[in-house]
Each structure stands twice: as C-alpha cells, then as structure tokens.
C-alpha cells in the first residue's frame, strides 16, 4: 500500500493532515509493508490551486499512491481519484496517526465533498 498525505507544511509524520486537498503545500509519501511504514519522504506540491480545477491530484498520483488522506477535498478531486482507482479517507490530526489508523482498518472511507474552494472550508 502507498498512501499519500496532505501537509500544510513539510514536518512529515508529526504535520497535521491539511484540511484542503486542492491546498496543502506538501504531500506526505508512505510506503506501508505489511502492517508498519516501511519509507515515508516528504514532496512540494507543486499544483496547488486557488480554486477551479483540481491539479493536485495528477500530482500526487505521480508517487503511485493507492490511498489518499486528506481533511477535506472537493467532488472534481474526488471523481478523479474514483477514475484512478484511487481510495480516499478524510481525517483531522496528526498525519501518523491517520496512517495508524488506516493501516488498522478503522479509518472510514469518503470525504464530505466541499462546496467552495476558498479557504479552510472544513471543520
């Protein structure tokens, strides 16, 4: 499993999980073996967008991520990730903890689609 985080920042593990997809600065890259993260590197995102089409996606789907956690993500990001084949989680914390939990099996699937793109539009 390769899981891709959403970072506001570069801190890796101990960053909190972004709140935006189409908005994070970072992407936080997980390589998971069995049930413990075997490599984990932190990447710019280079295609954050100030609203209108999602091109973080193809970004991230670049690191031939599997998963995807993230805070909140609108129904454009979604869909592309659907086609992809591509799981996606919402979840707020701490971006170890998050993968903790998806490597539990007790993190839910789906995203709250949001319905606007300026701002922090999730809570």
Known sequence: MKIGIVLGDSGGLESEVCSH????????????????????????????????????????LKHGVTHVIAGGMGMGAQQKFAAAGVKIFGF??????????????????????CQEHGGDCHH
């Open 21 to 60: 997809f189409g908005q994070c600065s970072h992407f936080l890259i997980v390589e998971v073996d069995g049930k413990r993260i075997s490599k984990s590197k932190v990447v710019a995102n280079d295609a954050q967008h100030g609203g209108g089409g999602c091109q973080a996606v193809g970004e991230i």
């Open 92 to 113: 707020s914390g701490k971006a170890k903890d998050g993968v903790a939990k998806l490597i539990a099996a007790s993190l839910a699937g789906g995203i709250e689609p």
